[in-house]
């Protein structure tokens, strides 16, 4: 069973910086997602088991940036310039198919294994 535990979520204001943590019990093909209340799932961004492949979602691209500690089977998303409209939960998730072709995935139905999700608010 694949384990996933999230940190760095909290409040800031508007223009403000986070940076999230998902430690994995292994080294998989990760993304993030996050979901607001009363919206559906909406992937942010995902990077490819080696770290060479990233995709971002459009609403964050300049803004977010993924990456990977292989040697501590951590993925980061720092997150910049933060706005109101990004307060969510953000969950992290491990994509075992992608993980043995080393490709990045963006569909939440890529994913086999989430995180419990860290939430981050943002205040105008």
């Known amino acids: 069973q694949v384990q996933l535990v999230e940190s760095g979520g909290g409040l800031v204001p508007a223009g403000g910086s986070l940076r999230l943590s998902c430690a994995a019990s292994?080294?998989?093909?990760m993304g993030w997602f996050r979901q607001a209340l009363g919206k559906e799932r909406e992937f942010v961004a995902a990077?490819?088991?080696?770290?060479?492949?990233?995709s971002y979602a459009d609403f964050v691209k300049g803004r977010f940036t993924i990456s990977r500690d292989n040697a501590k089977n951590t993925v980061y998303l720092q997150m910049n310039n933060l706005k109101p409209e990004d307060t969510a939960v953000y969950y992290c998730?491990?994509?075992?198919?992608?993980?043995?072709?080393?490709?990045?995935?963006?569909?939440?139905?890529?994913?086999?294994?989430w995180g419990q999700g860290t939430q981050v608010t943002v205040s105008s």
């Open positions: 998730a491990a994509a075992v198919r992608a993980s043995s072709l080393n490709r990045v995935a963006v569909t939440a139905a890529e994913y086999d294994y």
């Open positions: 990077i490819s088991w080696s770290g060479g492949r990233i």
């Open positions: 292994g080294r998989y093909a």
